[in-house]
């Protein structure tokens, strides 16, 4: 009896979403954040709207377009509420989802009832601005610095600092682990992220709603160059956008308590979050994710179901080699009849920043409000470091303890060694992941390759054109180089 008595309190203490809202503004003239978060919030709570006074957690997703000096304590004042617990997020791809799970947690111990997390970017609208030389009349501005996390010092030496630069290099060492060609594995890419690009011509809030094919996708031309190859500016996350969207989220016990029908309800089923080496060479086979098969088994095994019980996925989706990576990890095909986003994917339906999962969460909910089922949504932060994924199902159904963070990182770990990535490094050595960095004009500019060496992994960069040409026309990876140092900044030859 004590027992049956403690699970149903824990099953009440549950968290389900209640209400979701999105916006996208195309035009260039977006509202500033504040006034999104608020819009949002008020779109969220439809019918419940005597509740946003009385949420207990306000959580804003981190906004890289306006930096305001209380952006928490400005929206409660604009709602009037007075939560007691108030969170301004960290960035990242994993955040939106990693809040949710952290709130969850909170919920059961018996801390929080109601919760809403918003966000908003407004950088195609300051792009806009800044192009113009306009001063945007927005509101409490205060300067603070990025929360960045500082790089290792070779990545800061070889100005390994941008996502397309780095994100390619999973890509290469893949396609050579599996022994593909250069033409098939970039169709394959291509294929992948057009079939995404068609789920977004239907998402009324896709920041690209057009359906493209493969070879749009995957050729280079002048409109589609080359961003860092192999990828073309339509395998690249857009993230100059204007984008908002809020989710209200509540225990079953206050969802109740509320009058919330079962078929305004989205369970969190599952979730767990693990973390892939920070700096991008540390990984010892950098052709594979042990983070994502880590979480992705775990979350599911939280959950209670096999992967064949997703009615609907949503892989993180900024670059081709994270849903790849994904899908591996996963044991999920690429092809997969059930589809691999909700929304689009970040190149087509849009990537505000930290807040694209919010928009993930919020077109699951929409799909599952109508459709019971459950999905299976993934995030990845930093440069395919950080990985969560979160079950999200439309019944209430019984489900097992959440994995102990630490037992789950303490896992991958065990599972994957790390390497010793060099400061400097001269002497020889061997490609094992590489990319080409092109300009706005669609010339290649730079090489950057990951190098194993025998004291341990090296960066370089490349600048001969030739080598750039060749590099691009063959199969790189397991290439002998000769590297050379001025102590700072490597540079390869073959």
């Known amino acids: 009896m004590v027992r049956v008595v403690m699970a149903a309190h824990r099953d009440d203490r549950r968290l389900c979403i209640i209400g979701t809202a999105q916006h996208t503004v195309r035009d260039g003239h977006a509202p500033e954040p504040l006034l999104s978060w608020e819009a949002r919030a008020r779109e969220a709570a439809v019918g419940f709207e005597s509740v946003l006074p009385q949420i207990d957690s306000l959580q804003i997703v981190y906004c890289q377009s306006w930096p305001y000096d ?6 409660a004042t604009a709602l009037g509420a007075s939560p007691r617990h108030r969170l301004y997020s960290g960035i990242g791809g994993t955040t939106p989802q990693d809040l949710i799970n952290r709130t969850a947690d909170s919920m059961r111990r018996g801390e929080l009832d109601l919760a809403l997390i918003c966000s908003a970017e407004a950088l195609a609208t300051v792009r806009r601005a800044k192009k113009a030389g306009e001063r945007l009349p927005w509101s409490h501005r205060r300067s603070s610095p990025f929360p960045w996390e500082p790089p290792h010092p070779s990545e800061l030496a070889h100005e390994v600092m941008q996502a397309w630069e780095t994100f390619p290099l999973w890509d290469t060492a893949r396609r050579a682990k599996r022994g593909t060609s250069l033409a098939d594995d970039a169709a394959e890419a291509a294929a992948m992220m057009a079939a995404m690009s068609v789920v977004a011509a239907g998402n009324p809030h896709a920041w690209r709603p057009a ?17 860092g190859w192999p990828y073309t500016k339509h395998e690249v996350a857009v993230m100059d956008v204007d984008m908002s969207a809020a989710v209200l989220l509540a225990t079953r016990e206050k969802a109740d308590a509320m009058g919330v029908g079962e078929d305004r309800r989205l369970y969190l089923s599952g979730w767990a979050h693990a973390d892939d080496p920070a700096s991008i060479a540390a990984r010892d086979d950098m052709s594979r994710s042990v983070a994502m098969s880590v979480a992705g088994r775990h979350a599911l095994n939280h959950a ?3 992967l064949d019980e997703i009615d609907l996925f949503d892989l993180y989706s900024c670059f081709p080699s994270s849903v790849r990576l994904a899908c591996d990890a996963l044991g999920l095909a690429l092809d997969d009849s059930r589809g691999l986003t909700v929304t689009g994917g970040l ?8 807040g694209y999962q919010m928009h993930a969460i919020a077109s699951a909910y929409d799909r ?11 995030g990845v932060g930093m440069h395919l470091a950080k990985h969560v994924a979160g079950i999200w199902s439309s019944r209430p159904e019984p489900t097992g303890a959440p994995s102990d963070p630490v037992s789950v990182q303490a896992e991958v770990d065990a599972r994957q060694p790390r390497r010793e990535l060099l400061t400097t490094w001269a002497g020889p050595a061997t490609v094992c992941a590489y ?3 092109h300009g706005r004009d669609g010339a290649a500019e730079r090489g950057l390759v990951v190098l194993d060496t025998e004291a341990g992994r090296a960066l370089a960069r490349v600048h001969e054109p030739g080598l750039l040409a060749d590099a691009e026309s063959r199969e790189l990876v397991g290439q002998a180089v000769t590297v050379t140092t001025d102590g700072k900044c490597n540079e390869a030859r073959w």
Request: glycine share 14%; with cysteine; hydrophobic share 40%.
């Open 368 to 378: 599952l409000c109508h459709r019971p089922g459950r999905a299976l949504i993934t």
């Open 211 to 227: 359906a493209l094919d493969a070879a749009a996708v995957g050729t280079a031309t002048a409109d589609n160059r080359y961003v």
């Open 70 to 75: 209380d952006p928490v304590g400005r929206l």
């Open 347 to 354: 190149p087509y339906a849009g990537g505000p920043a930290s």
């Open 435 to 437: 990319t080409v960095a």
């Open 304 to 306: 209670g179901i096999g």
